[in-house]
C-alpha cells in the first residue's frame, strides 16, 4: 500500500544538523551596523532608559565600545550625535569641530578597518527639534538642502566613510551629492533613509538624541504608514539621485515595503530595526514574556529573509555574540 501524503516536509525538520543544511536565511555579525550616541564630556556612560544596554558615550567610553564593536566581527557603526547646545539652524551639525567630526577622527584613528557611517539630520542640533530649517512655523525644504550638503561635505572631511541622510527632505541625495562630487570626495557612498515613515516605534530614540519636535509632528516630510507605492517612488526617486544605498525605516512594521524595494530595484537595501523595536523585546524579556533571544533571531531572521541586505540593530552586539 503507498503512502499518504507522499510529500513529507517534515523528514527535513527532524534532525538539528539537516534543518541546518537546508536553512534558507542565515545570519551573520558581517550583516550588520551598530548604532551609537555620541556627547560631549568625559567619562560619559549614560544608559538610556528606554532601551536597556544602549548609552550616550563620551569619546573616551566610546573608544572602549569601538574595540567591543570590532572583536564581535561587527563591520560597521552609525553615529548620533547629541551636541553641546542647539540653535535654530543645527550649526553643530556642520561644524568642523562638532560632536560627530570628533567621533569619527578619534574612531578611524584608532580602528581604521571599521566602516563609519554618520547620520545626516538636523533635527538632533535644532532646538525646535525638527529635520530642516522653520520658516513661517513650517520646515523649509529647499532651505534645508545647503544645510544637510553642508553637514555632509563636513562629515567626509572628518573621515566619515559613508554618509546617511535621514531628513527625508526632497532632493537631499542630489544636494548631498552634488556637494560631495565638487569637493572630490566622489568615492564616498550615500546611504539614504528614501522610505523613512512617520512612524510611532521611534519614541525611544528621541528620548535618546533629545530630538523630539518642540512643536508639531513630522508628518508633512516623513512617509504616511498605509502608503507603500508612496516608498517606492521615494526609493525610485534616492536612486535618480545618487544613492548608493536605500533605506527601510522602520524594518519590522514594514517588512512588505523591504521586499517590494528589493524586488523592484537592484540597489543595495538596508532595513533599520528601530528603537522601539528593540525596546519592546527588551521589556517582554524583562518581564518574562518573551525568550529575548529568540523572539530576537526571529525577528532579525525575518527582516533578512524579506530582502534587507544589511540591518541597522541596536541588537548588534548581541547577535553577534549569539553566532560567534
Same mark, same amino acid.
Given at each position: 500500500m503507498s503512502s499518504f501524503p507522499s510529500m513529507r516536509p517534515r523528514r527535513l525538520r527532524g534532525v538539528p544538523m539537516l534543518r541546518? =543544511? +537546508?536553512?534558507?536565511?542565515?545570519?551573520s555579525a558581517r550583516d550588520f551596523v551598530y548604532p551609537l550616541f555620541v556627547t560631549h564630556g568625559r567619562n560619559v556612560q549614560q544608559e538610556i532608559a528606554p532601551m536597556p544596554g544602549i548609552f550616550q558615550l563620551s569619546l573616551d567610553r566610546l573608544l572602549l565600545e569601538i574595540a567591543t564593536v570590532v572583536d564581535l566581527g561587527i563591520p560597521a557603526v552609525l553615529l548620533f550625535g547629541i551636541p553641546r547646545s542647539k540653535d535654530a539652524e543645527g550649526s553643530e @551639525?556642520?561644524?568642523?569641530?562638532?560632536?560627530?567630526?570628533? @567621533? +569619527? *577622527?578619534v574612531i578611524k584613528q584608532a580602528a581604521p578597518e571599521l566602516l563609519v557611517i554618520t547620520d545626516i539630520c538636523l533635527c538632533d542640533y535644532t532646538d525646535h527639534g525638527h529635520c530642516g530649517v522653520i520658516d513661517d512655523g513650517a520646515?523649509?525644504?529647499? *532651505?534645508? #538642502?545647503d544645510l544637510l550638503a553642508r553637514t555632509a561635505l563636513c562629515q567626509a572631511e572628518a573621515g566619515s566613510d559613508m554618509v546617511a541622510p535621514s531628513a527625508m527632505m526632497d532632493g537631499q541625495v542630489a544636494a548631498i551629492r552634488s556637494a560631495l562630487d565638487g569637493a572630490s570626495f566622489t568615492d &564616498? !557612498?550615500? =546611504?539614504?533613509?528614501? $522610505? %523613512?515613515? @512617520?512612524s510611532a516605534f521611534y519614541g525611544p530614540f528621541r528620548a535618546a538624541a533629545g530630538s523630539t519636535p518642540g512643536f508639531g509632528d513630522r508628518k508633512g516630510y516623513q512617509i504616511d504608514p498605509p502608503n507603500g507605492n508612496e516608498a517606492l517612488r521615494e526609493i525610485e526617486m534616492d536612486i535618480a539621485e545618487g544613492a548608493d544605498i536605500v533605506m527601510? %525605516? !522602520?524594518? #519590522? $512594521?514594514? #517588512?512588505?515595503?523591504? &521586499?517590494?524595494?528589493?524586488?523592484?530595484? &537592484?540597489? !543595495?537595501?538596508a $532595513?533599520?530595526? +528601530?528603537?522601539?523595536?528593540y525596546a519592546m523585546v527588551k521589556a517582554a524579556s524583562q518581564n518574562e514574556w518573551l525568550d529575548g533571544k529568540r523572539s530576537t533571531i526571529e525577528i #532579525? &531572521? $525575518?527582516?533578512k529573509r524579506a530582502g534587507a541586505d544589511l540591518i541597522i540593530s541596536y541588537h548588534s552586539k548581541d547577535i553577534a555574540e549569539w553566532l560567534s
Open positions: 541546518e =543544511m +537546508v536553512q534558507e536565511t542565515r545570519l @551639525a556642520y561644524d568642523a569641530n562638532g560632536i560627530i567630526q570628533e @567621533a +569619527v *577622527r520646515v523649509d525644504n529647499d *532651505r534645508s #538642502l &564616498t !557612498p550615500i =546611504m539614504s533613509y528614501s $522610505a %523613512k515613515y @512617520a527601510v %525605516k !522602520p524594518a #519590522l $512594521a514594514y #517588512l512588505d515595503v523591504i &521586499t517590494r524595494a528589493k524586488q523592484a530595484f &537592484t540597489t !543595495p537595501v $532595513a533599520y530595526n +528601530v528603537s522601539g523595536e #532579525l &531572521t $525575518a527582516i
